[in-house]
């Protein structure tokens, strides 16, 4: 819902429990009012008649309460907008237009100086607290090129405190997302990625809290999420009167994003940010429904239990050994069997085929078809991995085509895992891929496509094109193209983000992806924190996790049962990943147990409520989901020490008066007693782990 006040110069934006308000100025500044629980339109005005603290010599009356501060004028915080033309740089607005539509506001400002249009966009809608904020830059003027060396979907301010803690979610290669929080020490904290993808070394997220006041499930907690799947950049500065200032958008540097030319027009990606009253659980689970309401295609579809090639026969594929794969597949229950790397081109090894996207004929001599009848025949869903971004130089395509790929002249070509990264945003190069896709997806009854991005930009450069460093926002906007045109294409065919795990997981991918890879590492003790840090954001409808072969033998050797495997992988998306021919007729039979209780259970976990009850850091950790009716808690216990039993966990979100039967152990529980004392998991020893069904007695 939004509200306007003060003749149509403030604005009020509602949802579910929080407001957000701005205020235009007669001096034409944009200020930011309130971000925080529901206000009125009057409260809102009444900020709006405070005056700003007395200008200080050496500080700016702007920096810290600006909407959405561009370079130029009388302000030192880091700006969100950085604009240069031939003569000039910087901004000077005036205000033009403000238009309501829906639950969408745009604000527009004009730069005479340089003919730049400025839109500021801002979306909340009215059953959750989520506020859009992007931005759109336009040259209205007549002539010469207008550079955005940067162009931030929004900067955020967040209230005076005392001070502020930091969480945000790090990692690298088969260790991602895991959770850290720090104080916020004056001064800024960039967060990002300069590698031409979103990166595994940082989500693009950040959630502070007031003097680290909040708990899992009380207390203030503002978030915000950047939905780009390219380089990226988030800014936390903590200014010197306990305001903070978070910037957020595209590309890492402000070395030039765009060259925009009359005419041409940049749009930002979003920069969500919410409030939540609720803690850090609070927050997740806004962002949850959010995603699943608003982001995610398809969201209310539950997403099918996989098997995945990857881990059980690496490159040394053959039609037959995954014929058998699949039967064993079926036979377990799985629901969609997906060939991974291996099945195209001379791909017999990773130095050799990326980049012709046509099966070997060595290994599928009827192509991808016959396989997949099969699949089908016995049930399941077919997919395919592809990597189409990439190129290995030993392919034809390669060999066609050297010029294709990002490079400059008379400098290295840096080879990671032995690949080149294609330039997308040359028209030729996106030509070929939509036909080499359009066609593999026309050519085999395909329902799911596993698109991974293995290697970061190098020497990102374009030789001939007067703007090379265009590509870097182009890539990014041509690779959501094809995604795009694939699924309209053909609509029934779900996809996969994945990039050497979770490389490239961000709100951009997921609102054209149905599920992303959340890493390599398969472990299920290393899963718990990796799935810790993803839950903070995102839903378990997007986290896929296998149940992979023990001892794990890709990471550390770790020996675990099949039941710990299965109740950590549980958690998301479930999937196996094991070389199925070398288990055992009983680890068959189990697992088939396993993946029956998966489906039961699967409503709850991939689109109910999410509860952290226990962090994995400790020896016990315990997630509770709850739709309706049901309940379901996934308990795992890492280790027991001293012959002590493990603390009963506490759950959330119940009815106190009502009664809780566990279909598992047949007893009933009092609400309240699970809610105040909890429930025993009864866990023990090393690597323990099991799964509580309880459903409400009517
Ligand atoms: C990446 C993915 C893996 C697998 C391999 C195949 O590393 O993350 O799951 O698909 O590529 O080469």
């Not at 700016?60 to 915080?77: A, K, T």
């Not at 949850?288 to 090639?309: K, M, Y």
């Not at 053909?490 to 997921?510: I, K, N, Q, T, W």
């Not at 991939?606 to 309706?628: D, F, I, K, N």
Request: aromatic share 10%.
């Amino acid at each position: 819902m939004i509200e306007l006040g003060d003749n149509g110069r403030l604005w009020l934006l509602s949802g579910r429990t929080s407001s957000y308000a701005l205020h235009l100025t007669d001096r034409e500044e944009l200020l930011h009012l309130h971000w925080g629980p529901r206000i009125s339109v009057a409260d809102a005005a009444a900020l709006a008649r405070e005056p700003l603290p007395p200008p200080w010599p050496f500080e700016s009356r702007l920096d810290g309460v600006e909407e959405y501060p561009v370079e130029g004028g009388p302000r030192f915080v880091r700006p969100a907008l950085s604009v240069r033309t031939g003569q000039a740089r910087g901004t000077e607005w005036r205000f033009a237009d403000s238009d309501v539509d829906g639950d969408e506001l745009r604000l527009t400002f004009t730069d005479p100086a340089n003919g730049l249009a400025l839109t500021l966009h801002y979306r909340m809608r009215d059953d959750f607290d989520v506020v859009e904020r992007w931005v759109t830059a336009a040259h209205q003027g007549a002539d010469g090129a207008l550079e955005l060396l940067r162009a931030d979907a929004a900067a955020w301010t967040l209230p005076e405190r005392d001070g502020w803690r930091l969480s945000q979610l790090h990692g690298r290669w088969a260790a991602e997302s895991r959770l850290v929080r720090s104080e916020l020490t004056p001064g800024e904290k960039v967060l990002g990625s300069r590698r031409g993808h979103t990166g595994h070394q940082h989500l693009p997220w950040v959630a502070l809290d007031a003097d680290g006041a909040a708990t899992e499930e009380s207390g203030e907690v503002y978030g915000c999420a950047l939905g780009w799947s390219g380089s990226w950049r988030i800014a936390v500065h903590a200014l010197p009167d306990g305001r903070v200032q978070i910037n957020g958008g595209a590309g890492h540097d402000d070395a030039g994003l765009v060259l925009l030319a009359p005419g041409q027009a940049y749009t930002s990606p979003v920069f969500a940010g919410l409030w939540s009253g609720g803690g850090f659980g609070g927050a997740s689970r806004e962002w949850h429904a959010w995603q699943l309401a608003r982001v995610i295609p398809r969201a209310g579809e539950p997403r099918p239990v996989l098997f995945n090639s990857w881990e059980a026969t690496g490159f040394d594929i053959s039609e037959d050994q995954q014929r058998a794969l699949a039967h064993r597949a079926a036979d377990m229950g799985v629901e969609l069997f997906v060939v991974d790397d291996g099945w195209f081109g001379a791909r017999t090894h990773d130095a050799a085929g990326l980049g012709d996207w046509s099966p070997n004929p060595a290994r599928f001599p009827g192509g991808l078809k016959p396989l997949a009848d099969e699949v089908h025949a016995l049930g399941m869903q077919f997919g395919i991995w592809v990597e189409p971004e990439m190129v290995n130089p030993d392919s034809d395509l390669y060999r066609a085509h050297p010029d294709w790929v990002q490079h400059q002249l008379g400098r290295s070509r840096t080879e990671f895992r032995h690949q080149l990264v294609l330039n997308l945003a040359r028209r030729d190069v996106r030509a070929y891929l939509w036909e080499q896709l359009d066609g593999l997806l026309s050519s085999a009854p395909v329902d799911y496509v596993k698109w991974d991005f293995n290697r970061c930009f190098t020497e990102a450069g374009w030789p001939d094109e007067p703007y090379p460093q265009k590509l870097w926002v182009e890539h990014v906007e041509a690779f959501y193209a094809l995604l795009d045109q694939l699924r309209a294409a053909h609509p029934r065919v779900a996809f996969e983000s994945c990039s050497g795990g979770g490389g490239r997981v961000d709100l951009g991918v997921l609102s054209r992806t149905d599920q992303v890879w959340t890493s390599d590492n398969t472990d299920p003790l290393d899963r718990l924190a990796i799935q810790h840090g993803f839950s903070q954001l995102h839903p378990a409808r997007v986290m896929a996790a296998w149940v992979t072969d023990s001892p794990n033998e890709q990471l550390n050797g770790r020996a675990s049962s099949l039941r710990f495997r299965f109740v950590s992988a549980m958690a998301g998306v479930l999937g196996v990943g094991g070389d199925l021919n070398r288990w055992s007729a009983a680890e068959l039979a189990e697992a088939r147990e396993w993946v029956a209780l998966y489906k039961e259970i699967r409503p709850v976990v991939q689109l109910g409520t999410q509860y952290r009850l226990r962090a994995p850091e400790g020896g016990l950790s315990a997630v509770q989901y709850t739709r309706g009716d049901d309940t379901v808690v996934l308990a795992w216990l890492q280790a027991q020490r001293h012959g002590e039993l493990p603390p009963a966990v506490r759950l959330r979100g119940l009815d106190a008066t009502a009664a809780y039967e566990c279909l598992d152990t047949g007893a009933v529980h009092r609400g309240a007693v699970l809610l105040h004392r909890g429930l025993a998991t009864g866990l023990r020893g090393d690597l323990d782990a099991a799964v509580f069904r309880l459903r409400r007695a009517r």
